[in-house]
């Protein structure tokens, strides 16, 4: 979410605050990156079977964009950087607020009046009776909230909490990436495929799409204005749902119609794979 407010569409406004649309800071990047650099240099690891196999996608990544020059896979570095910092900081998209909470006030006691002479009290008695009584204002009657109201109340909060639940805790963050850091890093065989269980795991804790601001300020008006705030709301997932559907396409069809010979093996077709 880098992208200035300006230059996106009003459905696109999801209420973020500055701290979640704001772009990584210099002592983050200062702090980070280095140790990145560092790694890639000191552990690099090319398992011979990556380079010796071109059915697989990783086989060109390796060979025609890592090993194309030594400066490329340190530059690489930055997009990691960003890859990362966009894929944690997914974590904290989320803009639901705490519920109300309801409190019973407690009515507090008649303040203690002061104690009077016998002869002052004498005379307020006899001032009492030359004059009139004067009315006390009473104070207006509340309303007091009956079981259906209330219950409307409950239900509300309780939809209100399923459609935007909270971000998760930052204990399962740090177990995520732990995990995820120790099952790929002792692997000296990196392939997409390595990356699907962290994927999912990831995809699953994400706080749920918001709707868009423009939509949460005021109700809609009628069927027809319902209907466009849902779909401003889940076109993030049809855009996911079309790029994964665009990326097994390519693949099926790479996979069916582009298939190759080695000179070793004549006759026998060779496929692309992951």
């Not at 605050?17 to 772009?23: A, C, N, R, T, Y």
């Not at 060979?63 to 894929?87: E, Q």
Request: net charge positive; with cysteine.
């Amino acid at each position: 979410m880098i992208l200035p407010k300006a230059s996106l569409p009003k459905f696109m406004h999801y209420g973020f605050s500055e701290k979640q649309m704001g772009i990584p800071k210099i002592l983050t990047i200062l702090a980070i990156v280095p140790v990145m650099l560092a790694t890639v240099h000191y552990n690099t690891i090319v398992h011979p079977f990556t380079l010796a196999d071109n059915r697989h996608y990783i086989f060109y990544v390796f060979r025609i964009l890592l090993r194309t020059h030594p400066a490329v896979k340190y530059a690489a570095t930055i997009v990691y950087f960003l890859c990362g910092w966009a894929v944690i900081s997914a974590f904290g998209f989320s803009t639901s607020t705490p519920p109300p909470r309801f409190i019973q006030a407690s009515q507090s006691a008649p303040a203690s009046k002061p104690s009077v002479q016998k002869g002052q009290k004498a005379q307020k008695q006899t001032d009492s009776k030359r004059q009139p009584p004067k009315k006390i204002a009473q104070p207006p009657k509340t309303q007091q909230l009956t079981p259906e109201a209330f219950a409307k109340i409950q239900e509300a909060i309780k939809q209100r909490q399923m459609q935007q639940p909270d971000a998760p805790r930052v204990s399962f963050v740090l177990v995520w990436l732990a995990a995820t850091a120790l099952s790929l890093i002792t692997a000296p065989l990196v392939e997409p495929r390595y990356f699907i269980i962290p994927w999912v795991m990831w995809r699953l804790h994400l706080p749920r799409q918001p709707t868009p601001l423009v939509y949460r300020e005021q109700r809609p008006r009628d069927a027809k204005e319902a209907l466009h705030a849902k779909i401003a709301t889940n076109f993030p997932l049809f855009l996911e749902t079309f790029w994964f559907l665009v990326i097994n396409a390519v693949t099926g069809y790479v996979f069916l119609y582009k298939g190759f010979e080695w000179p070793q093996e004549p006759g026998k077709i060779q496929r692309f794979m992951w």
